[in-house]
């Protein structure tokens, strides 16, 4: 038999009791975003889901992701039963200075990465100054 201790478990009863929390659940996608250079990174953890399940979409400058877990088939009954199963969804608002065009996604070992470039007009550029000849007045000036 299998026997579930938790010395917190009151603490857990009185939460679910008043709606609160001293965890909060992130949800059944927990993120790291971080910049690395000229791109910006998205990790998502996904373990257990079908790769298949997975969807990744932008629209406009929200990016959505969405993917499935299912319950492992089988004719036993859970005796405990804490793994999150179901359809979840996720979604960023991406700043406008992000290319959305050249995103690329990939999933290993239960991970979905997705790198996002930053836009070549968002990126910082060396404005050049023009030097004006000292023997120019402003009456020499051409006008326009």
Do not use: C
Request: aromatic share 6%; no cysteine.
């Amino acid at each position: 038999m299998l026997l579930n201790y938790d010395p917190f478990d009151t603490f857990r009863a009185l939460e679910r009791l008043t709606g609160t929390s001293r965890h909060q659940a992130v949800s059944g996608m927990p993120m790291d975003v971080y910049r690395a250079g000229e791109h910006f990174v998205a990790s998502f953890d996904l373990p257990g889901v079908d790769p298949g399940s997975i969807d990744v979409s932008v629209e406009g400058n929200a990016l959505t992701v969405t993917a499935a877990r299912t319950a492992p088939s089988g004719d036993g009954d859970y005796l405990v039963a804490e793994r999150p199963r179901g359809r979840y969804s996720r979604q960023l608002m991406l700043g406008r200075d992000l290319d959305t065009d050249h995103l690329h996604a990939s999933y290993t070992d239960g991970v979905l990465t997705l790198t996002i470039p930053v836009a070549e007009k968002a990126k910082p550029r060396r404005v050049e100054i023009e030097h004006a000849s000292s023997t120019t007045s402003i009456e020499e000036a051409p006008t326009s």
